[in-house]
């Protein structure tokens, strides 16, 4: 079993670049997520998925977009990037229910510069 | 949105030492899940609590739900090199996190 499998591992963009994450889970988890990770800040929730066709803001949703298409997949775009987006992201995947853990990715660790 | 807030921000012990970290809500929460992140890693569940004054041990580990189920507490007992990380508390309806206590343990 892979889990939640995240690409790439590190990327450095050039300010105005995009680029997409990539995340994909094989638990056949409705809930989908991403995180960015500041020092001293925590993770912060970028967009959520409840499920295929479904996709909800989450706290830091400017300049990010995403889709659902399909259950295993839920990518993270940059539209155009900026220095100020310089993180780690992270993807994390659960089963539907409010009491379920979720699991997360080894991380895409990005710099703009 | 729902928010935790989570204390300290950095703890520092000696190894042997004894950890406790908090976690804060303004309002009920449904239940409270809690996470560690080692050094270079990604969060891993440790557990969740969901009852009213609840208690659960791992091992060295004890969490505490309060009975108003407005905060929370990871205790560590005789802290170990191995427990170096950052511990974060979860509200899990809302997938929000706390900001995290970074320990580090001195050999």
């Known amino acids: 079993n892979a889990g939640v499998t995240q690409t790439p591992k590190f990327q450095v963009l050039k300010t105005g670049q995009s680029m997409t994450l990539q995340c994909a889970q094989d638990m056949n988890h409705e809930y989908m997520s991403w995180y960015r990770q500041d020092p001293g800040m925590g993770l912060r929730l970028i967009h959520y998925s409840v499920g295929a066709g479904i996709t909800d803001q989450g706290e830091v949703p400017n300049g990010y977009n995403v889709s659902r298409s399909t259950t295993e997949d839920f990518p993270l775009r940059l539209l155009s990037a900026a220095p100020s987006q310089t993180s780690v992201y992270f993807c994390a995947s659960r089963q539907q229910g409010s009491n379920q853990p979720q699991h997360f990715g080894d991380g895409t660790r990005l710099s703009i510069l | 949105g729902q928010q935790v807030m989570q204390i300290p921000q950095y703890q520092h012990v000696q190894e042997g030492e004894d950890f406790t970290t908090y976690c804060n809500s303004s309002?009920?929460?449904?239940?409270i899940q809690w996470y560690k992140q080692r050094p270079g890693g990604h969060p891993v569940f440790l557990i969740q609590l969901v009852k009213s004054g609840e208690v659960k041990k791992q091992k060295r580990l004890t969490f505490q739900f309060g009975e108003a189920k407005k905060n929370s507490s990871l205790h560590i007992t005789a802290t170990q090199t191995t427990d170096v990380g950052t511990y974060f508390c979860a509200t899990a309806r809302q997938l929000t996190f706390g900001s995290g206590t970074q320990l580090t343990v001195l050999p």
């Open positions: 309002t009920t929460l449904s239940n």
